[in-house]
């Protein structure tokens, strides 16, 4: 469509995707070099959630070494860092009991000392404040939904602003075609599994020489609790039950703030039986007798889920394209054992905007910026990575119990050995795709009904997440091959997309007779996750930007 369309562009220097904490820090960093320079850049920064911070979802304990480089007096800004971790705590669970394993040499990077609790998404809305106080334009509810290219295939910009197509793809009355953003240089930073960092990957082969990057998926829920079941700055995690050891995942609770617990679920999406619904799992844990305590009297108040890339070090894609670079999670900067990475988020658009300021500076503009692959290859996050390249690896290879003893082990030797491991580095081999099981090869499971006290159903939790799509307009969850889902997937996975969506997006409907399947997508439900473009066994879904604005708005996540 776009060949045909003619849209008004606007130029600037650096146009960023995504105003998460990876583009909003590169935004900052330009404009301080700008100030320090005595010159001037221009920097816009698109946003699809109808405001900063509508579709950030995170856990959240954060590293503020990253906020600490990008704004030395973040406290005196008033950026959000909430609460101060207080307690960490570490359990093991069984189906009825549990054992506090908090006592074990845990190694000092994977503690929580000098970390905060807080919500990502408030953090994200005081860092735009900033910006835009520094002269950064900020678009909240100006999706991204196509790359633009000049004709010696450089990236040139983007288009964003695109509305009123209706659900036949043809324009409606209130159509508007949408601008491309011209610049210089273009930023990624759209998070995991982002529309456009797909498409960049795969033009510029940025992955030639990585191993597949692997994802999980985190639940989370907000809940309000009375004074009795919360403790201000405790961090809990735990492994074990509802999952068996060959199956990788566990919990986390962070109490912080006005009396609120974030509790979530994450699940590695490599898991094999395709009956297994993550959504369920973090249900049926909140109901083990050890962690009901902390949720009793309390109140559900916000919902939401997404995935976290978990490939690590090795997974890494070459991070400059021509005319532009991927920054912070949409490359895959997530330290897995620490469950962390705002903190490398923000550096890596720290060291994109150095880059960037200094080629533009030097009169460049829609080349291969080197100078920031060189930097990140020597910085803090990537020895932080290599040091704990082998322990997804190493947990998925062996489990649970035995993965965490000696990934935990090979990264402690690797930190103190200048990243030296015995096993050299791991490859992740399969995609989360290609690792799951055939239908028959194992049994359904059957979930408990959810009792509406500590567990619930998907959509009373979806409605908690405030996501709203309007109708007329295309399906932004997109099959490849229409009749994939039923004649494939039905027979040979048990169409495992109804199971692994959070949020009720995909149900295989029957006639009256219990026959003639027809696989339906209620894509209104959508929290953006990405998880069914990442756990298609057949690779047939693709996410697509919605138009926007659309999407869920999390308060306080």
Not at 37 to 48: C, P, R
Not at 274 to 290: G, V
Not at 469 to 489: F, G, K, M, Y
Request: hydrophobic fraction near 40%.
């Amino acid at each position: 469509m776009s060949e045909s369309v003619e849209r008004e562009a606007m130029e600037y220097d650096v146009v960023i995707v995504g105003a998460g904490p990876s583009g909003l820090a590169a935004a900052i960093r330009l404009k301080q070099l700008a100030a320090a320079a005595g010159s001037e850049i221009t920097v816009a920064v698109l946003e699809k959630g109808s405001e900063v911070g509508a579709h950030i979802l995170s856990g959240a304990v954060i590293d503020p070494s990253g906020i600490e480089q990008l704004l030395p007096d973040w406290q005196a800004l008033g950026i959000p860092l909430e609460t101060k971790v207080t307690r960490d705590k570490f359990v093991m669970l069984g189906p009825k009991g549990a054992l506090d394993i908090s006592w074990l040499p845990f190694p000092k990077w994977m503690l929580n000392h000098g970390n905060y609790i807080a919500s990502l998404a408030n953090v994200c809305r005081s860092l735009a404040a900033h910006a835009e106080g520094l002269g950064v334009e900020i678009y909240p509810g100006m999706a991204a939904s196509e790359v633009v290219y000049n004709a010696d295939g450089s990236v040139k910009g983007v288009v964003a602003g695109v509305f009123g197509i209706g659900k036949d793809g043809e324009p409606t009355a209130d159509y508007q075609p949408g601008i491309e953003l011209h610049a210089k240089y273009t930023f990624i930073g759209e998070g995991v599994r982002g529309s456009l960092a797909k498409q960049l990957l795969a033009k510029y082969s940025l992955s030639a020489e990585s191993e597949p990057q692997k994802f999980g998926i985190g639940i989370k829920e907000l809940w309000q609790v009375p004074d009795a079941a919360f403790e201000a700055g405790l961090t809990q995690h735990t492994f074990g039950w509802p999952l068996d050891n060959a199956t990788g995942g566990g919990s986390f609770m962070y109490h912080f703030g006005d009396n609120y617990v974030a509790i979530g679920f994450v699940l590695h999406l490599n898991y094999k039986n395709p009956w297994l619904s993550p959504f369920d799992e973090f249900q049926r844990f909140k109901t083990h007798p050890s962690i009901t305590p902390y949720l009793q009297g309390g109140k559900r108040i916000a919902y939401g889920a997404r995935a976290i890339t978990e490939g690590g070090a090795q997974s890494l894609p070459r991070l400059y394209f021509p005319g532009g670079a991927l920054l912070g999670c949409s490359a895959g900067m997530v330290n897995v054992p620490r469950i962390k990475g705002s903190h490398n988020a923000v550096k890596s658009g720290i060291l994109a905007a150095e880059a960037a300021f200094s080629a533009i500076q030097g009169g460049r503009s829609g080349d291969d910026l080197t100078a920031y692959q060189e930097a990140y290859d020597k910085s803090a996050i990537a020895k932080e990575l290599w040091n704990v390249r082998n322990f997804k690896p190493l947990w998925s290879k062996l489990g649970t119990i035995p993965g965490l003893v000696l990934g935990g082990m090979d990264a402690m030797i690797a930190t103190l050995l200048g990243g030296w491991s015995p096993f050299g580095t791991l490859k992740h081999g399969k995609s989360d795709a290609e690792s799951t099981g055939l239908a028959k090869d194992y049994k359904p499971i059957v979930y408990p009904k959810p009792d509406g006290v500590f567990s619930f159903d998907k959509l009373s939790s979806v409605f908690l997440s405030s996501t709203n799509h309007d109708e007329n307009q295309p399906a932004h969850l997109r099959l490849t091959d229409p009749s994939v889902p039923i004649a494939i997937n039905l027979p040979k996975y048990g169409e495992p997309a109804r199971l692994y969506c959070p949020a009720g997006v995909y149900e295989v409907l029957y006639d009256e007779a219990g026959q003639n399947p027809k696989f339906q997508i209620n894509f209104q439900n959508c929290v953006h996750c990405k998880t069914c473009d990442i756990k298609d066994p057949s690779q047939n879904i693709n996410w697509t930007t919605p138009q926007g604005g659309d999407g869920p708005n999390y308060p306080n996540m």
